[in-house]
């Protein structure tokens, strides 16, 4: 039986195998067997998988120096797993040196570490790290095979065949099914004890305890209640978990899923093999302390985290190969800009034969492991030690599982995730440490200020398109707050089921048309936007069960237009229908069901969207002081804005507090020098710097100094010119030779004075915001439909005045309040159109501006303006131009000016 020792590039730059043109190549060659020798069992399963698609047995091995061991069987194969190093007639073993290196010894192993056509690309691969590989590791062709054969098939006793068997996996967690109904039944509350809650358990907990996983939810549960116990927050929910009676009932949701028409079937389902997932969102900061809480209950040898492997990508070939061969950094730079990171040789290297030689290098590299890493979110839990299952590693305080996910998976090991939500943090901090998900959901502030655009900040609606969601429909409600996020996605967005929904809230009457007519997609304006509505209508409309609906959905989502019309076929509901409308319904469900999202996870998230803009509505100060300490960049600009527009002023006189209309900032916090107080208490700059000498260097005091820190201490371009002196302890009045006498000799010097714009650009250049405002553009408004403060804050698309600023070789547009940089050129002031936030055209003078409208618009959007103003609405290639008008309350898609 031909057989292969393979080493796999698991092995960390030590092999460029690959698992599918392996196979194939093994294919091509004969070989019907392989065995795998890595330093650790990790690529095993992955590999054993593919190269059986090929026919081709796959043994399990350990190589350590010069010691080889295989496993026979599954047992040798768990053995191998322990680590275990004794005596066992369940492994082979073999020692000395391959005979690709030695071909004297006694072992019949040849090590293939490449395949003969990628030997460049090994010893490439190989060289990142240093490793020096001599001798030949290609896959033996046929008449050097032969000189091994005797070896390989007669003295190495190897199974001609190995079966690899899933787990069947046990949880910490045990519980019969009686008592997990019993359990369940008792915590039914009156309210929950109506015949719909209690046929709903029951159809659930039997679906449960049919495929025996009522442990894994037990386990799940206690996960929860862990969390609880020290104090770290878990979210609503995630994903289609929401939809069970059971996880609610159990606290790993907090979303009730009767009451909100949530389906059991889209997360479990009779029809399915497909094990439970439920995703546990934590917050972050607790996440660490929760997974040492958990090793310490079930146990350090039932509990481990998951290995993930990173592959190098053309950027991080190129700068690995680069470093190597001695290349500058920013020629590297240039290589990744211009080749659109790997797609095309830049012409501007076309006679650079070491940037070709780059180039070709790092593409050949691509997709190569480039490093292990800990999975994000995933955990697994056994009854049984793991060790015993799974290769382990320990790394810090964890064991982690060599195998990854998808590995663990084609075992029968099931991981379960648990995310850090640095949003549930944040508003932990908000509520003082209170949950509020039990609380109602109708607070009227709350949904006008994402009606107005102050999204920054906001979980999973501070994006240009979700603001845009929000801003256009007429939100009033949780339910409306979930369509919002389940709308910006990309299959909702490139169907242009988004911009439709949005363009309908144009048009009030029709709108209410929508809702009257369809009962099933009436809560979303017509429009198939949720999973869970796909099951509505199959089990309403189709005549399918709700478990033949799910089976529906996911042919639908997997576009299996065969699996479909096996499903519709047995549809009584869809056969009934006459062939015109069963054909619309057929295109209808096509179309868009698969763009449909679930409703289950957008629901869930939306109380944390809604709870955090409760905060940003209600206690503004506490919001803003809270989330400006996470945020950074173009984010802050906008946040600061938003602030400005709504209000709320900034003062950096005392430290955060969260009271009245006002924020107070500490500098030094917002700078990262926490140590300091937030304002100076030394009497001189002189005196401040001795006291943190220590801690503070040159450009730590330049910051402080741009910020407006010191400002008690005198103007700023004076302060910047005395930080050398400062720091070497010499004050200014002591610089002269006659002070070593004791004398004192006056210095005349013609104070420089900042002026608003100068202060106003330094605070812009040290905090990424200014605290100074200046005089805005000095030209009429009329025409105006913003400012640049709304624009930004809102994420407008409208008209803006704006002045320009430069320092430092740079150029901002500003109102006055809110500065924006801007890489063109332009008029020192003039009129700005903003697209979703951002500047986009800017002229010095303008005779008329044009607001266009794609799609039909109630009159009550548009209002009289001056003469220079008009609405042009677009629809349907048809075009209607109003003159003196235009928009109220209503963005425009497009501005021209003239």
Known sequence: MKTAFIVTSYDLYQSVLLPEETARELERHGYRRCVIIDRTLASFVKWSKVLARHSITTLPGIREGESYRIARNMEGFRELIAASKSESPNIIRFEGRP???????????????????????????????????????????????????????????????????????????????????????????????????????????????????????????????????IGCWIGPGRGSAAGSLVSYLLGITRVDPVKEGLYFERFLSVKRDD??????????????????????????DRFCLIRTASTFGFKGAAREIGRRLGIDEARISHLIDWSNDGKRFPRSFERDEEMRKLFDLSCELVGFYSGFSIHAAGVLLSDVPLNTMVPLEREGEFQVSLWDMESLQAMGL????????????????????????????????????????????????????????????????????????????????????????????????????????????????????????????????LALSLDDGELLRRAISKKDAEKVDQILNRAAGFNSLPDEKRRSVYSFLMNFAGYAFNKSHSLCYALISYWLAYFKANRPSRFYGEIIKEVSGHNLSRLVAELRDSGVEISTNAETTQEGGELFLSIP???????????????????????????????????????????????????????????????????????????????????????????ALMELEALSFNLTFIEGPEISDEIADTSVTAALARLQTGLATFRRVDYMGKSYITDGRTFIEVNDSLPIQGYVVFKDGKPSVWKESVREVSRIVYGSVDRDFIEDASPRESVTIKVKGKTRLIQRARLKALEPDEILLK
């Open 99 to 229: 005979k690709n290196l030695d071909p004297a010894s006694p072992n019949p192993i040849w090590e293939t570490r490449y395949l003969s056509r990628d030997r460049k690309k090994f010893e490439i691969y190989s060289s990142l790290r240093g490793i020096d590989l001599d001798g030949d590791y290609s896959l033996p062709d046929k008449e050097r095979y032969e000189t091994l054969r005797n070896g390989i098939e007669r003295e190495s006793n190897l199974p001609e065949s190995f079966s690899l068997k899933p787990y069947t996996q046990t949880f910490p967690e045990k519980i019969s099914p009686e008592n997990f109904r019993a359990l369940l039944s008792g915590r039914l509350s009156d309210r929950t004890a109506e015949e719909k809650y209690l046929s709903r358990l029951d159809r659930e907990v039997s679906v449960i305890c049919l495929k025996s996983i009522q442990d894994y939810f037990m386990t799940v549960s206690r996960i929860v209640s862990l969390a609880r116990e």
């Open 275 to 300: 094990p439970p997932d439920i995703d546990i969102d934590v917050e972050d900061r607790m996440r660490q302390e929760l997974l040492r809480k958990l090793r310490d209950f079930f146990g350090d």
């Open 414 to 541: 099931q991981k379960i995730d648990i995310l850090g939500l640095r949003n549930l943090t944040l508003l932990k901090r908000l509520t003082l440490g209170k949950e509020p998900w039990d609380f109602g959901t109708s607070n009227r502030k709350t949904y006008e200020v994402l009606k107005k655009g102050y999204t920054t900040g906001i979980f999973q609606l501070e994006s240009p398109f979700a603001t845009k969601i929000v801003k256009s429909i007429d939100l009033s409600s949780i339910n409306d707050v979930s369509i919002a996020i389940a709308l910006n996605r990309p299959g909702p967005i490139k169907s242009g089921v988004a911009d439709r929904y949005i363009k309908l809230n144009r048009v009030p009457g029709e709108l209410e048309r929508v809702r009257n007519r369809d009962s099933i997609l009436s809560e979303t304006n017509g429009f198939l936007v949720y999973q869970e509505q796909l099951l509505s209508i199959a089990g309403k409309e």
């Open 669 to 759: 916090s917002l700078l990262g020098y926490g140590e300091l107080p937030a304002r100076p208490e030394e009497e001189s700059f002189f005196s401040f710097v001795r006291t943190y000498r220590r801690k503070l260097h040159a450009k730590d005091l330049e910051r402080l100094i741009k910020s407006g820190y010191f400002d008690l201490y005198g103007n700023r371009k004076e302060l910047l010119r005395q930080i050398n002196n400062a720091l070497t302890g010499m004050a200014p009045e002591l610089k002269s030779i006659r002070s070593v006498f004791g004398f004192k000799e006056e210095v005349q010097e013609k104070k420089e004075y900042d002026t608003d714009i100068e202060r």
